[in-house]
């Protein structure tokens, strides 16, 4: 098969996100991509057994959020140019591409969901806005908008910036939120009521200590993890329940040897998910409220994350490997055989490629400097062309999974071998891996055990010196800085960094408002208080040891790192007289989406890395 033939093909693989069911159980909503130009809202009718049917078809980036209570209509965002101020919109089930706008287009402020009332006049969300003063502010204040009249209240106003996680009960008539107020690594639960007569503190295990929570089902408890009981941090998650009546907490789960990732309760039914991932493998735990009877859903390899009950044994979940496409299944937890699963949306008919075609993730294992074992996916082409790429996913705190990731694909077909490391730091591999890229923070362990598994590829035979690439997005393009950089003995040739961090000054100046407490967390507080790290960890520091190639990806329309990364390099590179190339997006932000966008990003990287290694 032809390469350009093959990109086409893998940029058509559809990419299932967002997942939702209505509370009649007999809809599902979801953010399907390539299949149309960017990423559109589909769903499907369970009773009717419909396939999935589009309810939205725009050039930009629109997401599933959430059912009416009715179960007739749907709440979807839009992320017009990918800039991030999202849009809000209804769409009635049987009108569909009939977007009613709900908030402004092109926001002065960001939006993180929060839900719908029962009454479908009310929805809740947080933004970083004060609609009184009509002014953008760092903390995002949790607002109740009535959809009637357009009033929005705030109900809640945290003191610091951060992500908030809002989550209302299925009675209406409170909110549970994430607060960042204490310290940059820690985090408490709020609840307030509805009205915002009253918001207090709920849980908090100290300044540093993390928690997670949700509602359950009673709308009367709620379920969290917390990485401390009010001690000291500790090594892993606990789980447990507290009583939001009683103010009353019952631990649930405290086991060290369980790799406790996340947590989720499904809209209907009343069951609880607990999620542990193993080497960035799911096994998840569903428990029966009423019960709690407890069945492990595990494959022996792939992916499948239980999501809603059908009926005692039946269940919806997702279905994945690096050779499988994202599947919305049904199956039964007696036998989760995958060759037994009943696919809801068919989604190999969608698929112009065999299984054959998707070259499969296989384990490969390496020690970091400290001899931390370090796990990542090798991807080996059928016809090796002797060079390597190094892909390293972004977060610092997410993993690369068992899935299929069309970049990856498409450079293994081109003839390369792909290394994709989870470096420390990444999720998948239990609390204290995670936390270890917080001893030092960004820019040190966690990027010498990504150059430790460049070695190993050497020793094994495996790569070849002045052969090796990298390339990555947002961390990853961080990391693919901080190699071509500082790696020693010129163990990298050339890079590809997407959307990454230059000067972490510059960068915590111009980001979002709530990505700042990360910055402040990994390195130890702010630029002011903490100038040295910031200096030493900022690859624009190092230009001048620049000996490879280089060729600078960005969207312009960036919030979270923005093009003030690109200009300030920029002028260092001048400065040193450093030869680069440079490929923009006008309508890109953080991260390079579009279909027709990534068609040329895909080739312009396999080519660049064909000249230069």
Known sequence: MKDEDYLDQILSVPNLFLAQI?????????????????????????????????????????????????????????DKSSNERERLYKINIDEPNKMIPLTEENPEYFLRWGGIHPNEKWIFYSINYDFAKKVEIEPFWIYRHNLETDERISIAQPKKSSWVDLNINRY????????????????????????????????????????????LPDSEKIAFITDSKGKEIQKYYSFGF???????????????????????????????????????????????????????????????????????????????????????????????????????INVWDRVKLSKEDFTQAVDFDWNGKDGLPIHGWLYKPKNFNGRTIIYVHGGPSAHSKDAINEQIQYYVQRGFLVLDPNYRGSTGYGYEFEDAIRTLGWGSDEQEDILAGIEALI?????????????????????????????????????????GMTDLVIDYETTRPDLKPLSEQMLGGSPTEVPEIYFERSPINYIQNIKGSLLIVQGIQDPNVTTKNVEAVKEKLCEYEINYDLLEFEDEGHGIVRRSNQKVLFKRIADFFETYL
């Open 172 to 215: 209406g008539n409170a909110a549970i939120y994430s607060r960042k107020d204490l310290h940059p690594k820690g985090s408490q639960i709020w609840l307030v009521d509805i009205e915002g007569n009253e918001d207090r503190e709920i849980l908090n295990f100290g300044d540093k200590a993390r928690v997670e929570a949700l509602w």
């Open 22 to 78: 209505s509370s009649n159980g007999e809809k599902i909503g979801f953010s399907w991509k390539n299949i149309h130009s960017n990423m559109d809202v589909f769903y499907i009718d369970l009773k009717n057994k419909t396939l999935p049917l589009a309810l939205t078809n725009t050039p930009e980036y629109t997401r599933m959020l959430d059912f009416f209570p009715k179960s007739n209509s749907v709440i979807v965002c839009e």
């Open 242 to 344: 507290y009583d939001s009546l009683k103010e009353e907490i019952e631990w649930i789960f405290d086991d060290p040897k369980m790799n406790i990732e996340t947590f989720s309760v499904p809209i209907i039914g009343n069951h609880l998910l607990i999620h542990e991932i193993e080497r960035a493998s799911v096994r998840t735990t569903i428990i029966s409220l009423e019960s709690m009877k407890k069945e492990i859903i595990q494959l022996k390899q792939g992916n499948l994350i239980p999501k809603f009950p059908l009926s005692k044994n039946e269940w919806i979940g997702l279905y994945y490997s690096s050779q499988q496409p994202i599947d919305l299944v049904k199956f039964n937890t007696n036998d989760i055989t995958p060759s037994n699963f009943t696919s809801l």
């Open 459 to 499: 020793e094994k035979g495996l790569a070849s010196k002045e052969k090796i690439g990298i390339t990555g997005t947002s961390y990853g393009g961080y990391s693919s800085w901080f190699a071509i950089t500082k790696a020693p003995k010129r163990l990298v040739a050339a890079s590809v960094p997407i959307c």
